[in-house]
């Protein structure tokens, strides 16, 4: 795929496996993207205030992150990759933005943070910072030990499109560019229900609901289809309209599908930067269990000062 030629890649340097440079690579080698790898030192305040780090510490800290970055990126470099490494101090999300803003990447990677304990989501704060105010895409890989592309599923947005008119257009043209470079398996899902429905069951005949939800589903289904068919001849694509709660569907879809990879968009609501219309997105992010690519709209601006 030709998309991305200018890549961030967030790394921890001090974590054993960082499995979104693999991903990151592979995009460079084939695009002659440039791509950048960077580490961020949380926790302290930033050099110039003096009096929160002894210069000396501070220095250490760096130069050691620095040195862990050029020996990760040294068997890179050596395939001919153009590389550039970065020590960013401060809050992660914000500094990464902040050099997206400034230098115009093009697509974020990092590697998820994987299920904890204590909690059932593999996307920690950062990812999500990312997602919801990083004005480029952001793929948060998944940890596991093939980290292969093999299964793509792309979830679309047929009723807000009047507010993001090419946001489907751009998630499918990026689906299929990826699908085609992985040699994936590529799935189109929209997921639909009527508004209400579970109170309207207590309130209407059941008749009347059912002619409803029949109703609803076959308005959804000729959206659908209108999309689906701008795209078949392009790329073998399996199509898949899902009746039900998209919070509950995408993930079971993503788990009986075996997916690796879902691209979706996120959605700002009007005249409110970084947020997602009815927390859709974001409550989905929180179930989901597989590599997320998440997409803004045209226009989004990031709530973030470069």
């Not at 409550?283 to 990031?302: A, I, M, N, W, Y």
Request: glycine share 6%.
């Amino acid at each position: 795929m030709k998309r991305f030629k200018n890549i961030l890649v967030y790394v921890q340097t001090d974590m054993r496996q960082q499995y979104a440079l693999s991903p990151a690579v592979t995009l460079a080698q084939n695009n002659k993207a440039k791509l950048t790898v960077v580490d961020v030192i949380e926790g302290y305040a930033p050099l110039e205030d003096g009096d929160d780090l002894p210069d000396a510490l501070a220095l250490a800290l760096e130069q050691e992150a620095q040195d862990r970055l050029n020996k990760m990126v040294a068997p890179i470099q050596s395939e001919g990759i153009e590389v550039e490494t970065k020590v960013l101090w401060g809050k992660a999300s914000l500094e990464i933005i902040k050099q997206v803003i400034h230098h115009q990447y093009d697509l974020i990677l990092k590697t998820a943070e994987g299920k904890k304990p204590f909690r059932k989501m593999i996307f920690g704060t950062t990812a999500l910072q990312l997602f919801r105010k990083c004005p480029c895409p952001v793929w948060a890989v998944k940890p596991d030990v093939d980290n292969k592309v093999k299964r793509i599923a792309v979830a679309v947005d047929l009723l807000h499109d009047d507010e993001s008119p090419n946001l489907n257009s751009t998630l499918l043209e990026l689906s299929i560019s990826l699908a085609e470079f992985h040699d994936s398996e590529l799935h189109l899902i929209h997921v639909w229900h009527v508004y209400g429905e579970e109170v309207l069951k207590n309130l209407l005949s059941k008749g009347k609901i059912n002619d409803l939800i029949a109703e609803t589903g076959q308005s959804r289904q000729m959206l659908f289809d209108n999309l689906t068919t701008t795209v078949k001849d392009i790329y073998p694509i399996q199509a898949h309209l899902l009746h039900g709660d998209v919070h509950e569907s995408i993930p079971q879809f993503v788990l009986d599908k075996d997916i690796d990879l879902l691209v979706m968009g996120t959605v700002g609501r009007t005249g409110v930067s970084g947020l997602f219309i009815g927390n859709t997105a974001e409550r989905l992010l929180h179930s989901v269990d597989c590599s997320v690519l998440t997409v803004k709209p045209e226009g989004f601006k990031s709530p973030v000062q470069g």
